[in-house]
Nanobody
């Protein structure tokens, strides 16, 4: 059974940091793109950051310079280091993995940034 399990969400004051982690199991994800999406209150899910199998990263403009995505292909894990957090980063964050239409999602992890 394929699972993506997230950890590390929580509450922090503006300017603080949090680190999200995601562990994938049930198959090898070495060729899959992995990343993080988020759903802000009342809005659609949006891409935050992604990392391909060769380590190429991509970020939403709103998080560039503040968030860093990393990946351990052997361990099937990805992390999202979030620094200089802002209240507008408050959202449910979802771990994602996909390849050729084969998509998997984590259960979501709440991140709340207070002003």
């Amino acid at each position: 059974q394929v699972q993506l399990v997230e950890s590390g969400g929580g509450m922090v004051q503006a300017g603080g940091s949090l680190r999200l982690s995601c562990t994938a199991s049930g198959r090898s994800f070495s060729i899959y793109v992995m990343g993080w999406y988020r759903r802000l209150p009342g809005k659609q899910r949006e891409l935050v950051a992604s990392i391909s199998s060769d380590g190429t990263t991509s970020y939403a403009d709103s998080v560039k310079g503040r968030f860093t995505i990393s990946r351990d292909i052997v361990q099937n894990t990805i992390d999202l280091q979030m620094n200089s957090l802002k209240p507008e980063d408050t959202a449910v964050y979802y771990c994602y993995s996909g390849f050729g239409g084969d998509d998997y999602w984590g259960q979501g992890s709440q991140v709340t940034v207070s002003s």
